[in-house]
């Protein structure tokens, strides 16, 4: 058989038209994770609400407390315990000191220590996971057991004795105190979640496609598992604010809460009740509103991310 | 399953000791001592004395053995500031009062809550799931404080026959009971529905339905008696929140109960009485958490035959 060398020339070979090529293309636009939860959440009415709330008394809390014209600390014994009028919005207290003020900053410390409560559970939770995720067996199940233990000391009774323990007899606690008695126990919850994201993740193919080019664990974690697991932690980190809050307003309550004159929303309600049975029920009703608000408005928007992420809720 | 069992007991013990050694160890840590700050005019004798009653003069690693015997022994010690009661019997007295109050909102958060959630799940975006969901969200999002303060001014300063405050009869219950169990009520409502629709929606449950059972039937035997298990599981965790709401249901309703002198020996720095009340809480919670995954164990046939298949 004689051998034929093949021949190519470029008469051979035509540019497939346009319209070929055009079947292949993806027609509409590809819409990615974040983009695409945000396109959800904005359909959860209540989400939306709570977003839109948690918003303005973020502003608020920031110029709330300068606009009333009246400091915070200051006390005017001329003008104590005003209902709500004109002058004084929100009325004042029995030191004659200006509860508008006062309950806008009160909501600024009171977010501050519940996303800073939340910051730290979610360093050291990604942190804990992280290694117990990677590591060997015998790491993971010593430290999920160590881990298991610490969370099922009761969180308020660690809260409680810790503030008692820093804190000087009746004049409450000072916000770092009050910030580390809350992430000691409760960082727990964000460390199992990624560690078990992690356990799932690590076994997906682009883990090991980047294993076997030779990336140390650590640049997976950092580079691959974290980022894929962003949507589930920002759930818990928005749940895991509420909670900070409501335990601060209830250390509040219980007189001990953040240092006097500094107000927060629980030591506020806790002056507020004082005033009850004279008939000063503005006085309570003010942070109670305002921390039902923010716990409302968080839990809200957290359990609409957590509908906007799950997947098999997509339309 | 007693592998089970054993293994969640002997993690409870571990748990305990942790907490009683943390207790002990943050305690002692306190700057000053509990007599050192406010009997500054006392005579050395005396303070020497009550150094000795208390047992603070021996060294930390002595007093901590004689701490864990005491408790061994269920002795809590005595109080530093009241000369009158023992930490044992003020618990003694307190406790009954507090479990009382916390088993009544218990009932009604068990009684309403999952009935509320299932509700709303069979009749789903319909005015009774709203009204669920309404409820839930004022539950989850209104701390206890606020709801007790709100029931006296609106509900008892209106009716003549319930008591602002107190304790004693039955009708001093009715608000406290109410206020703790808005919060557990809530979040078992929530859970309720969620699991409820979920169950509804299985295969077995169209399988019954085909089979010509009555609604009713399929509902109770199918539905709820699958969706109840997710409850089960977080009782342990209600029966905390429950305990912490008491602190603050008590506080606010002037009622004599174990959260009561928690907070006011909090307040008036009886460490001896802190630390004791602060170990039986947690052994009452420890406890409660461990009948509690037992209990699961019983009722849930797939944890039990994963546990048995290992």
Redesign the interface.
Known sequence: MEKTDLIYSEEMFKKAPQKLRDAETIRRPSIKYWPDVWRRLKQDKLAMVGLGLLIIMGIMSIVGPHISGFKYYEQDYSNINVKPNREYWFGTDELGRDLFARAWLGTRYSLIIGILAALIDLGIGVIYGGIAGMGSQRVDAIMMRIA???Y???????V???T??FST??SGTSMFVLILAMTITDWVPMANLVRGQVLQLRESEYSLAAESLGATNSWILRKHIIPNTMGPILVNVTLTIPRAI?AE??LG????GLQAPKPSLGTL?ND??AG?PVGN?YQ?LVP?IL???I??SF??LGDGLRDAMDPRLRK | MGKYILKRLG?AI??LW??IT??FI??H??PGNPFANENKNIPDVVYQNLMRKYGLDKPYSEQYVIYLKNIGRGNFGESMKSNAETVNEMIARGFPVSARLGAQALLIALIFGPALGAIAALHQNKASDYIAMIVS?IG????S??MG??L??FVARKIGWIPIGGWGEFRHTLLPSFALALMPLAQMSRLMRSSMLEVMGQDYIKTAQSKGISKMTVIMKHGVRNAILPIVSILGTTV?NL??GS??IE??FGIPGLGMF??TS????DYTL?MGV?VF??IV??LS?LFVDIGYMLVDPKIRLTEEGH
Do not use: D, H, W
């Open positions: 298991e233990i610490i099922s000391i009761p969180y308020m009774l660690v409680i004795l810790l008692v323990v007899a009746g409501f307003a209830t309550f219980l007189s001990l309600a507020g009740i009850m029920f309570i109670s921390i039902s608000l716990m409302f839990n809200v | 993690m571990v748990t942790a907490i943390i207790t943050l305690m840590s306190v969200i989850v999002s209104v701390p404080f606020v303060s709100f006296i001014q905390s305990l912490v602190f603050v506080k606010i928690f907070t909090v307040y008036n720095r802190i602060t809480y947690s919670l420890i958490f």
